[in-house]
């Protein structure tokens, strides 16, 4: 264990390491402010320095071509990358303390695969498989950064969570025991009641989400839902709690109900992301989910939104990721083609302007 | 679902064909409606900016024309009859075809061990499954799906052609009874998988299957054989006999008597003659392995592992008229070379698959299909069997694959006449030539690309799907 902190240290040494100043000039390039085509994206020091329209940079920053397009990297809002050995403690229904940070392994294989498929951030939870089974963090799939140690307080308010050899075995049991932890919040929970950890709560099932809602209105709690399949049925309600959803992927054969419910939610303008719960889900799942949205009738830049910006936001990273804004990691992806078209392929992608995959690693 | 306008002008007439008793009776005959003709009367002029009329061949700025169900007409002048309807498209291309699916097929089918070669899937086919679902299906612009009873099973029966058109009656929907028989080969069950020696057994079982099948052919071919030589042998003897009629009467009499004077029993003089050849015992499930193995039937493998695969083209090596498709094929990477040489289709499903997968698909990776092509091996894709509904899901599968490095006409071809050639309903569906049924599409965008939306489906003439639904 040691020595793999030390191999995560060291990695994370290293973009400033090697700080340089590049560029690289595509077809089209997904900006914070929409699509600017023929442009450039210039890096420095391991954040984006400019998006500039043309090749207008000064001479000596050399200039990669790529025929293709340029967005930031996917992020996926909820993942057991790396973790899952350490996500799940059965015995105990509130470990409220208890960090995954902690069991982040920077050289997971897991963390190598969502790369490939052009994800570079990814939310780290805990399986919400207890009441409360702790704190979720963000950490990028390559160069061991964890950009947030202490990301939401996961709550399992779903079957999931339900036992029937411990407490609580009821959903009833489990919104009193949460709403005895929020009477005279302590450590994680004063947090969260604070609005200083935001929530991200485990509801599969519509019933499930109703409570969670109504629990997160009483106590004044910000964050997100999770797993949350029809969301898009219960959209005024979703609004009204100011909370964002984070859906499982949709996969092959998935309900039209459920995908009717991604497409609600992007119309009514509620934040939303999508899991990718590695290592169960191919890492093409999250790709594969917008793909089913937008043929479902979402828009395309919601869509796009969805595994970028908004995922970084839900994650609480957005001044760090997400979008190709002045001043945030130069964490991008060079695709063949249109990002949105399963038909697309990452031909390289970039963590903290370095390329970690294609080409020169 | 629909509209009561649309229900009303486009299946008015199709809805008298599905309760019209003859139709009906057509569908339970054995007999193959081939190239059933709908003579519904509808006629429907498709212009077209850019036809696809098959992979490979493109016609700007054309027309079809079509008529009680098939396409009659294709050109750049012709003119819509009185009372057709008219559509104007930016990419017509013919409707996709789903290789693996298991749409329609009743669930408890689809586990059932005691499936065999002779089990007919359409027996275990709802035509009339939700037409939510169907309508889901034509959207996304899948007309046909091929179906197989217990798709994980050892042995899968008959697989069919069906269409996913809402109201057919079966006689039309059915495009072909049975397109293939299926097996399975080192396919685990749940979590457990099967240890190499389980696995080859199932190898030998599958050819096994081949070689029973081609055995009873054969006793077949004999009991044609000997019963013409014996029916030859008797029309000789018959006439030998006839010529001594006298003689042998007078003969019989005398050894009658002969036989009463001594108190023996008489009997009748036998003739070699006499012995008819017995014909083989009737046997379902080897009818249809004899058509296997002589080629009639294709022969739809799954199988993953290296070892299986191997296995399986040393032993089918001498069954040289045997149709085999190799469905999954996860490790087929490692002997590409050889399933080029041997023109065998591969049927890939390039599912989601995540790590927690079946065992024998341990190695399988997005990237099969376009590695397997590139060595030259004829690619087929299906949405595989995990989920009835996956078959809308076929286009985007597709993509999955093309982003991993098949050719975006490979897997158009996979999609259309591919697999329409694959499953011997290439005369009837495909691609968009006259004579064949009208089952096709209109995109406002190329085919196989995120943002092409179906605007109008046809299937078997009909206009099933359209942009205001």
Redesign the interface.
């Given at each position: 264990m040691i020595v793999i902190r030390a191999l995560v240290l060291l990695a994370a040494l290293a973009p400033t390491a090697f700080a340089q100043s590049f560029a690289v000039h595509a077809t089209k390039i997904h900006g914070p402010d929409g699509v600017v085509e023929d442009a450039t994206l210039w890096v420095e020091d391991g954040k984006v320095r400019a998006l500039v329209r043309g090749k207008d940079l000064p001479s000596d920053v050399p200039i990669r071509e790529h025929a293709g397009e340029i967005t930031a990297g996917l992020v996926a809002a909820h993942s057991y990358a790396g973790v899952l050995a350490e996500s799940h403690d059965d015995t105990r229904s509130v470990l409220a303390e208890s960090r995954i940070a902690h069991a982040f392994d920077a050289d997971s294989s897991d963390l190598r695969r969502a790369l490939a498929a052009g994800v570079t951030t990814l939310v780290l939870s805990p399986r919400p498989e207890t009441l409360v089974p702790g704190v979720t963090a963000v950490a990028k799939t390559a160069g061991g950064t964890l950009l947030r140690r202490e990301a939401h307080l996961a709550i399992g308010l779903d079957a999931r969570a339900q036992r029937i050899n411990r407490a609580p075995t009821s959903p009833a049991g489990m919104l009193a025991e949460l709403d005895a932890r929020f009477a005279r919040p302590t450590g994680a929970f004063a947090s969260a009641a604070a609005g200083r950890l935001p929530v991200m709560i485990a509801a599969a099932e519509r019933d499930d989400a109703e409570r969670a809602l109504a629990f997160a209105t009483k106590h004044h709690l910000g964050g997100a839902l999770l797993h949350t399949e029809l969301a898009g049925e219960l959209v005024g309600d979703v609004q009204r709690a100011g909370l964002s959803v984070i859906f499982a992927p949709l996969g092959v054969g998935a309900e039209k109900r459920a995908i009717d419910s991604v497409v609600a939610l992007g119309k009514a303008g509620v934040p939303f992301a999508f899991s990718l719960d590695l290592p169960f889900d191919a890492p093409d799942a999250l790709r594969f989910s917008t793909a089913m949205a937008l043929r479902g009738g979402l828009e395309r830049a919601v869509a796009l939104d969805a595994l970028t910006a908004q995922a970084a936001r839900i994650a609480g990273v957005q001044d760090r990721v997400g979008s190709l804004a002045k001043g945030l990691d130069a964490d991008f992806v060079l695709w063949s083609g249109d990002p949105l078209d399963l038909g697309s392929r990452p031909i390289a992608v970039y963590v903290d302007g370095i390329e970690r995959l294609g080409g020169a690693r | 679902m629909y509209p009561q306008a649309i229900r009303r002008t486009v299946f008015g007439t199709v809805l008298c064909v599905a309760v019209c008793p003859t139709a009906r009776a057509g569908a339970e005959s054995d007999a193959q409606p081939k190239a059933a003709v709908r003579a519904n009367g509808a006629v429907t002029l498709i212009r077209a900016e850019k036809l696809i009329v098959r992979p490979g061949k493109v016609e700007e700025r054309t027309a079809v024309l079509v008529q009680d169900g098939r396409i009659v007409a294709i050109g750049e002048h012709l003119t819509a009859p009185e009372g057709a309807r008219e559509i104007d498209g930016k990419v017509v291309c013919a409707g996709f075809i789903d290789a693996w699916s298991t749409f329609g097929v009743d669930a408890a089918a689809l586990r059932d061990e005691r499936v065999s070669a002779g089990t007919q899937t359409v027996d275990a086919w709802d035509p009339f499954v939700d037409e939510?679902w169907r309508l889901?299906l034509l959207r996304?612009g899948v007309t046909a799906v091929r179906i197989n009873a217990a798709p994980n099973g050892k042995v899968g029966g008959v697989g069919a052609i069906v269409r996913t058109h809402p109201q057919l009656d079966e006689a039309h929907a059915i495009l072909l009874r049975d397109a293939c028989v299926a097996l399975g080969v080192g396919i685990s069950r749940g979590t457990r998988g099967l240890d190499p020696f389980d696995r080859l057994a199932d190898v030998d079982r599958a050819l096994g299957a081949l070689s029973d099948g081609e055995s009873y052919l054969q006793d077949k071919i004999d009991y044609k054989h000997e019963l013409e030589a014996w029916e030859k042998a008797i029309a000789e003897k018959e006439k030998e006999l006839d010529e001594n009629a006298k003689k042998a009467k007078k003969d019989r009499e005398k050894d009658k008597a002969e036989a009463e004077k001594s108190g023996k029993e008489f009997k009748e003089k036998s003739y070699k003659e006499d012995k008819r050849p017995k014909a083989p015992k009737y046997d379902d499930d080897k009818e249809v392995l004899a058509r296997a193995s002589n080629g009639e039937l294709p022969v739809v493998i799954e199988a993953h592992r290296a070892l299986e695969l191997r296995s399986l083209l040393e032993g089918i090596e001498k069954y040289d008229r045997v149709r085999w498709i190799l469905a999954g094929g996860s490790e087929a990477v490692a002997c590409a070379d050889e399933l080029a040489e041997r023109k065998v289709p591969v049927l890939v499903s390039p599912?989601?698959?995540?790590?927690?997968r079946p065992e024998e698909q341990r190695l399988a990776e997005?990237s099969l299909a376009g590695r397997l092509a590139e060595a030259g091996v004829p690619i087929l894709i299906g949405?595989?069997a995990?989920?009835?509904?996956?078959a809308?899901?076929l286009g985007?599968?597709a993509?999955?694959a093309?982003?991993?490095?098949l050719p975006?006409e490979k897997a158009f071809e996979a999609l259309t006449l591919g697999a329409a050639r694959a499953f011997d309903v290439a005369d009837r569906v495909g691609s968009i030539e006259v004579g064949k049924d009208a089952d096709l599409l209109v995109l406002d965008g190329e085919p196989?690309?995120?943002?092409t939306r179906v605007q109008f489906v046809l299937s078997a003439g009909d206009v099933v799907v359209t942009p205001e639904q």
């Open positions: - | 939510r889901e996304a599912a989601l698959l995540g790590q927690f997005p949405s595989g995990g989920d009835a509904l996956g809308r899901d985007l599968v993509q999955l093309i982003g991993a490095g975006r196989l690309v995120a943002g």
